[in-house]
């Protein structure tokens, strides 16, 4: 079947006579357990809950998939299973704290998400861990592997929207006896297989747009080898950084459109993008997987199935990125991305990006495209 059809029927509950198309959430602490509880499929929602167990089949069987061309075992199929967390950092920090010890070296992107790179630098590096930073392009990562113990990669990274060659590096940490983490929230797993392109474990932040609706927080980690989904899983249960059912049985509802938004959303975003660089008077810079004069451009059509929601630009200055936000009528100012409205901000109010004080990331959403691009020019004349 395509990815689409597999999607929306994975969201379904078996055709059983008088049940519902649908599962409901489950909503339970304790769960009857008599005698010995090991024979007891839900015991504590802390370890696990019926809600979730349908949401990560749905979520598995998305990651799921055939190894990719140029993958050692390119066509061969495999299978992933998933476990879904509070947030997208509650994922990451599964992945860091299951796999990290003192004394261990990761290679972080030096532009990757800032929370993540926080949570390395501000604790586990405290803890004894040893960071690297290199960027994402170029494969600059690659030449940091050495004694590395993981490599956490973030392609297209956020928000410079840089690409790396997933499938190469993944052979190269490999080989340097490291294993390899992808944070896939921008592209998703249905814009970007990353386990089928080598990685060991796919991150995410579902908050964003894989769920898309931009009022639930949640993320997953998806791996093929069951012994890392023990360790993952086991975190999980200790740490306790679980999510309720209703954002499960939320999340699981929202999955089913996920064909439709992203193939909306990224089709807004080339447009979006592909006007821009007309703009050379007051845009400069503009980032886009998918435009063809992204530097890695013809990278990102090999690896990626969307190019997604989001594009980035840059504008003079605070002043003019601050005008053209106030000005604009149909894109709300706010952080995150991937809704179904059109969202962007100046990223460096936040502090945590090394970017310049004009530059805008931009996540296209539903709109009729026409109405965002009328909007985006008005806005731009403004700065005149």
């Given amino acids: 079947m395509h990815d689409s059809t597999k999607i929306v029927r994975s969201t379904l509950t078996r055709a059983v006579a008088g049940e519902p198309l649908h599962p409901s959430p489950v909503f339970a602490a304790p769960f009857h357990t008599p005698g010995d509880p090991n024979d007891a499929t839900y015991t504590y929602t802390r370890m696990n809950n019926p809600t979730w167990t349908a949401l990560e089949r749905a979520i598995g069987q998305m990651e799921s998939g055939q190894f990719a061309p140029g993958h050692a075992d390119a066509g061969k199929p495999y299978r992933a299973s998933a476990l879904v967390f509070a947030s997208g950092m509650a994922a990451s920090a599964s992945v860091f704290g299951s796999v990290l010890k003192p004394g261990d070296v990761v290679v972080l992107p030096s532009h990757c998400y800032f929370a993540a790179r926080a949570l390395m630098q501000e604790y586990f590096a405290k803890m ?32 410079l929207m840089e690409i790396c060659d997933i499938t190469s590096l993944s052979e190269r940490a490999h080989r340097a006896g490291a294993l390899v983490a ?19 474990f796919a991150v995410a932040s579902d908050t964003k747009s894989m769920t898309g609706h931009s009022d639930i927080v949640l993320g ?5 080898d069951l012994e890392l989904r023990q360790q993952i899983e086991q975190w999980r249960t200790l740490m306790g950084g679980v999510l309720g059912p209703m954002e499960a049985w939320l999340a699981l509802r929202s999955i089913a459109t996920l064909p439709l938004r992203l193939e909306r959303s990224s089709a807004n975003a080339l447009r979006i993008a592909e006007y ?8 400069h810079d503009v980032l886009y997987a998918g435009l063809p004069t992204h530097p890695a451009y013809a990278l990102a059509a090999r690896q990626m199935q969307h190019f997604g929601a989001i594009l980035s630009f840059t504008l003079a200055d605070r002043t003019s990125a ?5 000005k604009a009528k149909l894109i709300t100012e706010a952080t995150s991305f991937g809704g179904t409205c059109t969202c962007a901000e100046r990223r460096a109010r936040w502090g945590g990006d090394a970017v310049p004080e004009g530059f805008i990331r931009l996540s296209a959403g539903l709109e009729d495209v026409d109405d965002l691009l009328e909007d985006i020019a ?3 004349d403004a700065l005149r």
């Fill in 276 to 283: 821009l660089t007309t703009r050379t008077n007051v845009v």
């Fill in 378 to 380: 008005q806005a731009l």
């Fill in 128 to 159: 004894g861990v040893v960071i690297r930073l290199a960027p994402t392009a170029n494969e600059a990562q690659g030449e940091q592997l050495e004694g590395a113990r993981l490599l956490w990669i973030e392609s297209p990274s956020n928000p």
């Fill in 322 to 326: 601050e005008t053209f936000l106030s």
């Fill in 182 to 200: 992808v944070d896939n929230t921008t592209a998703t797993p249905l814009g970007q297989r990353t386990l089928a392109l080598g990685a060991d």
């Fill in 220 to 224: 997953h980690v998806a791996v093929r």
